[in-house]
């Protein structure tokens, strides 16, 4: 009887939408679904590209076989791709790449209707899920996050034991006269910037949002800011973040040759403690776990920065599951029957230890650090601006969230000595300012 | 039954060549047919893409948003901006490292025209490194130069202590040579296979009329050997030349253009990729081959005025029109052979 009016309701739904006019998809939203008994009858062969090529034959296998168990006619098929956002970004352009990928972040937000379906309105699924607003445009909802991470920096429990710290450190300062300490007391490397491997690096501009204003609109903001890297006198905002970094690679307390880091390697050294501390995403903790025979020596605190006494924590969606626009109607429902279950249904969170995407479901233990933390996501950017700040960004150079190079620029100028911060910084705002300009973006003094 | 088949293909050949030689206009359909697969594929994914590349230079664009048109600022941009331009002094290094690859290709090469023993497995090792993938050669040199890793030991070997080994690809005033030298290790091998090629078609009559004569190897090498592939010297050293003006690979992989390695076409993957814009990376695309343009012109009037004694193929222009006229007036008749 209740299957008789889900269907019927469905039925309705799907007639209501045709009727509503050409171009609208006969899809529903993924929060007007319930997995299990709607849609048992569509069958589908659907292909979901991602870049874990490290589990796609293993865990993200598993995950698929569970869901069959549920949609015996749906097969689910992935497909791992090293090099995942160039690829991405050919490929999507074809059109023929599959159903499902994890959005790239090279698409910008006014981009998004061009190759995915909407997945419900954003006043519908920003009460639901978190992250929502990363990837929405215009009140519409193309793409639910794969959970998220807490940003945040990884430490070797023991070793900072061993120096003989008990508190984690709340401001640039005291970070860096704890990396002193270890750097004295230990043999561990106080900080390994994984220099090499580029990507670390730009890694560091996560933490000058929330983490380093505690203002969760300082990211939509910024586009309108006048000179936002200036030093702010108290310790906070961008400037402190890569003052951390500067200051620690001219007092010697990273690694002896920057170019010479090896990320894969790391990982088992952070677990080992030969190195005591890294700056990455919360993702990074299951890894550095995974490296090593003592993962309970792996810490995660939040970044040292203190504003106006209290500690905020930016958070932030993984890749985010976008549906294939030009796919046919059934692989799309499958499609988003299958998204749904990840999200919702799936023991993903909790395997690898990042926030869920449900709000209402149960944070993972490996943020314990961050009590009495305020975890913030970054606000969506007003109506009319979503795509105001990739514009200015890549405009700029100065390639925040996106190009490495300029912060493998601050550790080169720290290691060398041939700039000064306030000269970088200086380089940074009038880059942004030039922007702003030739953008004509309003700038409030 | 054999004798009636040939016959047959003979009177079908004639017919053929009756049909085909008919008219000029026949003639011209038959080439047409024949290269239009040829040129298809030429322009649908040579010129077609590059003249689309030339008019995404004057757009501000993105790879997936068109954009809008903006004149010559791109352009301009390239000229302008220090990071950009001033990249190409980093060529310079590998321009160095070119000449340097090119003596060593040449004197292996000489050496191994001269029936060395064991000399096919030697060339095999020498062209060995070509083979491998340059992202390959990029990760073994990073683990060679490395602190403390494969270079490091073996100078160790020597009795130089870790402390006093240079740090190899973040001193600055050695990690672009250290990297130079990736890609003369790359390429030596190829270069000399391209030498010895030129070097064996010399006739050999000539060393033994030269060492009856009293010659040594480095006159045989002098006044035999270099003037007989001079061609083949000029032509590695232009393709070395653009070579290292678009050098991408090592430091792309060893050290991701930091530490002052960034090369023209580094800046020009990141401004494209990282930053988005498509615009400004078709125009330094193009500048860079209008400069790699100019410098084989350079080249080709360099060696044509500084070395124009002994080169087989300076020939005087009276001399090319003759022969050009005579290959006609041949062609000609041929083809009325034929007919």
């Known amino acids: ?445 | 039954m054999s004798k009636s088949a040939t016959s047959q293909a003979a009177q079908r050949k004639s017919a053929m060549s009756s049909l085909l030689g008919g008219g000029k206009t026949n003639r011209i359909l038959v080439i047409v047919t024949f290269m239009f697969i040829p040129l298809l594929l030429l322009a649908v994914f040579t010129y077609i893409p590059f003249l689309e590349m030339v008019r995404f230079s004057f757009f501000n664009r993105t790879y997936l948003d068109e954009g809008t048109f903006v004149g010559w600022k791109n352009y301009i941009d390239v000229f302008s901006r220090k990071d950009i331009f001033g990249s190409l002094i980093v060529s310079v290094y590998y321009m160095g490292g070119a000449v340097v690859q090119l003596a060593l290709a040449l004197f292996f090469a000489s050496l191994m025209v001269f029936k060395a023993k064991g000399s096919s497995i030697y060339k095999a090792c020498m062209f060995f490194p070509y083979l491998i993938c340059g992202i390959a050669v990029g990760f073994i040199f990073k683990f060679f130069y490395a602190h403390g890793y494969v270079l490091d030991s073996i100078l160790g070997l020597f009795g130089i202590p870790l402390e006093d080994c240079p740090l190899w690809l973040q001193n600055q005033n050695i990690n672009n040579i250290a990297l130079v030298a990736t890609s003369v290790w790359r390429y030596t091998g190829q270069n000399m296979v391209l030498f010895l090629g030129a070097m064996m078609s010399v006739d050999n009559e000539l060393y033994e009329a030269a060492s009856l004569d009293g010659a040594g190897r480095w006159q045989q090498f002098k006044y035999i050997i270099l003037p007989s592939i001079k061609t083949i010297i000029v032509l590695n050293l232009i393709l070395s030349i653009s070579g290292s003006l678009s050098a991408f690979e090592p430091p792309y992989v060893i050290t991701n253009g930091t530490m002052g390695t960034g090369t023209y076409f580094v800046i020009m993957n990141r401004i494209a990729h990282e930053n988005q814009k498509v615009g400004l990376a078709c125009a330094m695309a193009i500048v860079l081959l209008g400069i790699i343009v100019l410098c084989t012109i350079g080249q080709n009037l360099f060696f044509k005025y500084v070395f124009k004694d002994g080169s087989e193929d300076d020939v005087t222009r009276a001399e090319r029109k003759a022969a050009q006229k005579a290959a006609k007036l041949a062609r000609r008749g041929g083809a009325r052979v034929h007919g």
């Not at chain 1, 469905?10 to 009727?19: E, G, H, I, Y």
């Not at chain 1, 990396?179 to 561990?188: C, G, N, P, S």
């Not at chain 1, 580029?198 to 990211?219: C, E, K, L, N, R």
Request: proline share 5%; charged share 20%.
């Open chain 1, 1 to 445: 009887m209740k299957k008789l009016i889900s269907a019927l309701l469905v039925l309705t739904m799907l007639l209501s939408l045709v009727a509503l006019g050409e171009g609208e998809p006969a899809v529903p939203a993924i929060n007007e679904i319930t997995l299990g008994t709607d849609f048992q009858d569509v069958s589908a062969e659907i292909k979901i590209l991602t870049n874990r090529t490290d589990i796609v034959d293993t865990v993200y296998k598993g995950y698929a076989e569970q869901f069959m168990e549920l949609y015996p006619n749906i097969k689910v098929t992935y497909e791992g791709i090293t090099d995942y956002e160039e690829s991405l970004r050919l490929r999507l352009t074809t059109g023929d790449w599959g159903d499902i990928c994890f959005i790239p972040t090279s698409v910008q937000k006014a981009q998004l209707g061009n190759y995915f379906i909407p997945v419900g309105s954003f006043d519908d699924l920003d009460p639901i899920y978190n992250f929502v607003s990363d990837k929405s445009y215009d009140g519409t909802v193309y793409g639910i996050a794969n959970g998220g991470t807490a940003d945040g920096v990884l430490y070797n429990k023991r070793i900072w034991a061993e120096a003989g710290i008990t508190e984690v450190p709340s401001t640039p300062e005291e970070f860096l006269e704890d990396l002193q300490i270890i750097k004295d007391k230990t043999d561990a490397i106080p900080l390994y910037t994984n220099f090499a491997a580029g990507w670390t690096m730009g890694a560091w501009d996560a933490y000058i949002w929330v983490s380093a204003t505690g203002d969760p609109d300082f990211h939509s903001n910024i586009v309108h800011m006048a000179n936002p890297f200036s030093d702010r006198g108290d310790q906070t905002g961008p400037y402190a973040v890569y003052y951390t970094l500067y200051e620690a690679v001219k007092r010697g307390l990273i690694e002896d040759d920057p170019m010479s880091t090896d990320w894969e390697s790391s990982k088992g050294r952070l677990n080992r403690g030969e190195i005591a501390t890294m700056v990455l995403g919360s993702w990074a903790v299951a890894q550095m776990q995974d490296a090593g025979d003592t993962p309970e020596d792996v810490g995660y605190m939040p970044f040292p920065i203190t504003v106006n006494g209290e500690r905020f924590a930016g958070a932030g969606g993984n890749y985010a599951y976008g549906i294939n626009k030009n796919a046919s109607t059934d692989n799309q429902i499958a499609s988003l029957l299958y998204v749904k279950w990840l999200v919702e249904e799936s023991p993903m969170f909790a395997d690898e230890q990042s926030i869920p995407a449900l709000k209402d479901a149960p944070m993972p233990d490996v943020l314990a650090d961050f009590q009495g933390v305020t975890l913030l996501a970054n606000n969506a950017a007003p109506a009319g601006e979503e795509d105001l700040f990739d514009q200015v960004n890549n405009e700029s150079e100065v390639g925040l969230n996106n190009d490495d190079y300029p912060d493998c620029m601050i550790l080169e100028a720290a290691l060398t000595g041939s700039q000064t911060l306030e000269d970088l910084m200086g380089e940074w705002n009038e880059k942004w300012s030039r922007a702003q300009d030739s953008l004509g973006v309003e700038v409030n003094q």
